[in-house]
Structures are given as C-alpha cells and as structure tokens.
C-alpha cells in the first residue's frame, strides 16, 4: 500500500493527493453507473462500495486530525477496536453502506475531498513531519496518517478499478 519515504514536505504531499485523487478521478470518469455499481470490483465490492469505502476513511482521518490538533489521543482505527480489528471494521462499513444509492456515495465522495484538503493546509508544516511531534504516532510522523488515508488509499483503489 505505502510506498517508501521517509521524509516529505507538506507541499509534496498535496501535490501527490492532487496526483493520485485525479488518477482517481480519471478511472471513475471513464465508467458508466451500471459499472459504477456492478459488484465484483475488489472482492464482492462495487465501485461505489470502494468510494463509501474511501470516503469513510477520508473522514475518520479528519476527525483524527482534529482530535490531535486539540491535543488528544484519537481512538484509532474506531472506538473500540484496534488495527487487528481491520478487515472486521472494514467489512462493517461495507455492510453499512452497500445499499445507499450511487448519487448519494458519489456526493458524498466528492464533498469530502475539498475537508480533506482544508484539514491538511491546516496543519502547521513542523506538526505534520516531525516524528516526534505527537507522541501516541510512536515516532511516525503525521504525514503517514495523513498519505495513508489520501494518496496511498486512492492508489490502492484506482489499481483495482482500473483492473
């Protein structure tokens, strides 16, 4: 999923997300509703299920940085349940929005975009690369929430769409 790096600035950060959002984008442009929610994309998911998919996460992160920007520790991955829990978390999420319509997912898909971006211009540069900044990431720099949750995530997806 992630890619080796070790450092990066904020500015290539956003320019990765915008790179790999548009990839995104692109593959999304390219297929019609009928493929847009035919099941069997990645799994028993449909396209729309990986946008739900992605979009939660984009949220969940959000939320993280806000409750770390307030000084807090947030529950990671949900309230509850660990990163063990991944698949079971995932599989929940599923289940908790396979049925809602297409216009609905891709609303909400494109609505959470912009957040995401607003959130990560928020963060002071220092606050998002040094390792040591917050002590719960346990010497991870933010930035590596803040990738796996945009351009990592985006990229993962876009290669099972596109296949």
């Not at 297409?102 to 990560?120: A, G, N, R």
């Amino acid at each position: 999923m992630s890619e080796r790096v070790e450092q990066i600035s904020k500015a290539e950060l956003l320019e990765r997300i915008h790179s790999h959002r548009k990839d995104l984008e692109d593959s999304l442009a390219r297929l019609s509703d009928e493929q847009l929610v035919q099941p069997g994309v990645q799994g028993e998911w449909s396209v729309k299920d990986i946008l739900a998919h992605i979009t939660i996460w984009e949220q969940r992160m959000i939320r993280w940085v806000g409750e770390t920007l307030r000084g807090q520790i947030p529950e990671m991955p949900a309230p509850g349940m660990t990163w063990d829990d991944l698949d079971q978390l995932n599989e929940r999420t599923y289940l908790e929005n396979r049925d809602r319509d297409l216009s609905e997912v891709l609303d909400d898909f494109h609505q959470s975009y912009p957040k995401v971006l607003e959130v990560i211009e928020s963060i002071p540069e220092e606050d998002m690369i040094d390792p040591n900044r917050f002590e719960w990431r346990g010497g991870a720099p933010l930035w590596k929430m803040l990738a796996a949750n945009t351009w990592w995530h985006y990229r993962m997806h876009d290669e099972s769409i596109r296949s």
